[in-house]
């Protein structure tokens, strides 16, 4: 179960406490309970322990579900965490319209490293999906970003954005050259770059090779 604990109304927060204390529910419309084992996962942006104290959420409710506790920092203090994000949105969108976006620019990268995402994760996603349908060329560019986050982005992160996108992408090539045997083609094709490409970015970044090509035959 996940949901937005924080926003559920007084007689849900009693229905879920049985679940969780009595392992047990009524489906709508029966006329006995069902017996669960099923686990809880509750996810909030909400600070529950003081709707605690104000009255507003339930005090047993609360330390039912607060066994395991992960708080995750706002993405503006994850900035680290954008790139990869940026990759799985982009992915996620070739697949669904039938694109072929390789990803995005880096000084549009740089850009949204230096923003602030007030929306978090939902903010960046929707951000990548409109610069999604706008983009035009291989590559998601500055003019595909919305107005009003280049209006608010602050230039001074963008040296630091170079430098985690280049570092993003040689763990990215490294990654591949492991899971292709140190073979080029092979992960250039699963990077879905041309290999003069790949050998280019490898020259670039630094990044050593191994001795034999993946594509040698083993002894």
């Known amino acids: 179960f996940l949901g937005e604990i924080g926003e559920i109304t007084p007689a849900l927060q009693v229905r879920l406490l049985r679940v969780l204390q009595e392992h047990a529910y009524e ?23 003081a709707l605690v104290r104000r009255g507003a959420f339930r005090e047993d409710l609360y330390y039912r579900i ?10 503006h203090r994850r900035a680290e965490d954008i790139p990869l994000l940026v990759t799985q949105f982009i992915e996620r969108f070739n697949r669904l319209q039938g694109r072929h976006v390789s990803g995005i620019a880096p000084e549009a990268l740089a850009l949204l490293m230096g923003y602030e995402w007030p929306g978090n994760v939902r903010e960046l996603e929707n951000c990548i999906e409109r610069a999604f349908i706008l983009c035009t060329g291989d590559q998601i560019a500055v003019r595909d970003l919305p107005p009003e986050l280049l209006a608010r982005t602050t230039a001074v992160a963008a040296p630091g954005a170079r430098a985690a996108h280049a570092e993003f992408d040689a763990q990215i090539i490294r990654a591949a050259l492991k899971r292709h045997g140190g073979n080029r083609l092979a992960a250039a094709r699963a990077l879905g770059i041309h290999k003069t490409t ?16 993946g594509r040698s035959r083993r002894e």
């Open 66 to 75: 607060n066994v395991v506790r992960i708080e995750l920092p706002a993405l």
């Open 27 to 49: 489906p709508l419309g029966a006329t006995r309970a069902e017996r669960t084992d099923a686990r809880v996962i509750v996810a909030t942006n909400r600070d529950l322990a």
């Open 198 to 213: 790949l050998h280019r970015k490898i020259k670039r970044l630094g990044i050593p090779l191994p001795a034999r090509d």
